[in-house]
C-alpha cells in the first residue's frame, strides 16, 4: 500500500512540475514581450535625441527636447509625444525647418518607430491571451490556482504598474506546495523502511508415515534381504 502511495505522490509531482515549466515558459514570453515595448520606446527617444539638433539655431528648444531612457515606457510614450508634437509645432511656424530634409527622414523615422511600437504591442496581447487561455482551462486551472498563477494584463499605457508587477507564480505558493510533497515523500520513504519485515514461514516437519506404509517398507525391506541371502548362497554352491 505504501509503495503505491509513493509511486502516487511522484507521479503527481512530475504532472505538476511539467505543467508549471509550461505556465512558466508563458510567463516568460510575456515578460520578454513587456521588455520589447521598452525597447521600442527607447528607440524613440533615440531618434528624437538624434534630431534635436535641428532646432539647435531656433532659441533654446534643444534642451527641453532632450529626453532620457527609463523602464516606464508610459513616461517615454508621453514624454517622446510630447517633443514630436512641439516640434512640429515649431516646423510649422519655421518654413526652412520644415522644408529640411532632415525634418522629413526624422517624421519618416517617428511614423517606422509608431508602426514598430504597435506591432510589440499586439504580440504582448497575444501572449498575455495565450497565457490566460492556458490557465483557464482543465487541468491546468487547477495547477495554477496551487501554484499562485494570476491572470496577466493587457497593454494598457494608463496601467504600466500592473504589467510591470506581473510575474507569473506565486514563489510562496511554490515553495509550500514543494515541502508539503517532499514531507509527503519522506514520511511515507519512512513508513516503507520501517515496516516490520514478514518472517518466512517455518519449515514444517515431515508428515509421520501411515501404518500402511510402514507395512509396505517393512515387506520391501524383507524381500530386498531374502534377494541378497540368495545371492550369496548361489556365490557359495559355486564355490
Keep these: 500500500m505504501s509503495s503505491l502511495i509513493f509511486i502516487l505522490i511522484l507521479a503527481l509531482a512530475v504532472f505538476f512540475i511539467k505543467q508549471y515549466n509550461s505556465l512558466q515558459s508563458l510567463t516568460v514570453e510575456i515578460k520578454e514581450a513587456r521588455a520589447n515595448i521598452i525597447v521600442a520606446y527607447e528607440k524613440k527617444v533615440a531618434i528624437v ?30 514624454e517622446t509625444a510630447k517633443a514630436v508634437q512641439n516640434i512640429t509645432a515649431l516646423a510649422n511656424q519655421f518654413p526652412e525647418l520644415k522644408a529640411d530634409t532632415q525634418y522629413g527622414k526624422f517624421l519618416e523615422a517617428i511614423s517606422e518607430n509608431e508602426t514598430f511600437i504597435s506591432n510589440k504591442r499586439e504580440i504582448y496581447n497575444f501572449q498575455v ?78 508428515k509421520p508415515a501411515s501404518v500402511e506404509e510402514l507395512e509396505q517398507q517393512v515387506l520391501k525391506q524383507n524381500e530386498l534381504s531374502k534377494s541378497v541371502d540368495t545371492e550369496e548362497t548361489k556365490q557359495d554352491d559355486k564355490k
Excluded: C, H, W
Aim: hydrophobic share 40%.
Design 49 to 78: 535625441n538624434q534630431f534635436a539638433g535641428l532646432v539647435d539655431k531656433y532659441g533654446d528648444y534643444e534642451k527641453n527636447i532632450q529626453l532620457k531612457v527609463s523602464d516606464n515606457f508610459v513616461e517615454m510614450a508621453r
Design 129 to 206: 491571451k495565450e497565457y490566460n487561455s492556458a490557465i483557464a482551462q482543465i487541468p491546468m486551472v487547477f495547477v495554477a490556482a496551487m501554484l499562485g498563477f494570476k491572470q496577466a494584463p493587457f497593454f494598457d499605457p494608463k496601467n504600466e504598474a500592473a504589467l510591470a508587477e506581473f510575474s507569473g507564480a506565486d514563489p510562496e505558493a511554490i515553495k509550500n506546495l514543494a515541502k508539503e510533497g517532499t514531507d509527503k515523500l519522506r514520511d511515507t520513504f519512512d513508513k516503507k523502511t520501517n515496516a516490520p519485515k514478514q518472517q518466512e514461514p517455518a519449515e514444517q516437519p515431515e
